[in-house]
Nanobody, 123 residues
Framework: EVQLVESGGGLVQPGGSLRLSCAASGLPFGAYSMSWLRQAPGKGLEWASTISTSGRSTYYADAVKGRFTISRDNAKKMIYLQLNSLKIEDTATYFC????????????????RGQGTQVTVSS
């Protein structure tokens, strides 16, 4: 059974930082590009970032570029999202997913997504 389990969310003040983690199991992790998606309260699902299978290529939505950093450890079957300079508008549930920007958002057949971790940015 494929499992993606996110952790690391919480309450943080504007300007603060968090590090999200996603532990994968039950799949050939190194064969998948991996992505982070997020969904703000009352809004649709939004793509945030993607990392290639090797980790050498990374991609970011304009809204998070320069503030968020995606990384992966294939040996540990983990991906991470470092969130810096957080803004109130970053408040959302963050999901990790297999696939790239398009396939992760549309959850094409064969795409797996975790249950999410809540990030709340508030003073």
């Amino acid at each position: 059974e494929v499992q993606l389990v996110e952790s690391g969310g919480g309450l943080v003040q504007p300007g603060g930082s968090l590090r999200l983690s996603c532990a994968a199991s039950g799949l050939p992790f190194g064969a998948y590009s991996m992505s982070w998606l997020r969904q703000a309260p009352g809004k649709g699902l939004e793509w945030a970032s993607t990392i290639s299978t090797s980790g050498r290529s990374t991609y970011y939505a304009d809204a998070v570029k320069g503030r968020f950093t995606i990384s992966r450890d294939n040996a540990k079957k983990m991906i991470y999202l470092q969130l810096n300079s957080l803004k109130i508008e970053d408040t959302a549930t963050y999901f990790c997913s297999t696939g790239d920007q398009y396939s992760a958002l549309t959850q094409e057949p064969g795409i797996f997504r975790g249950q999410g971790t809540q990030v709340t940015v508030s003073s």
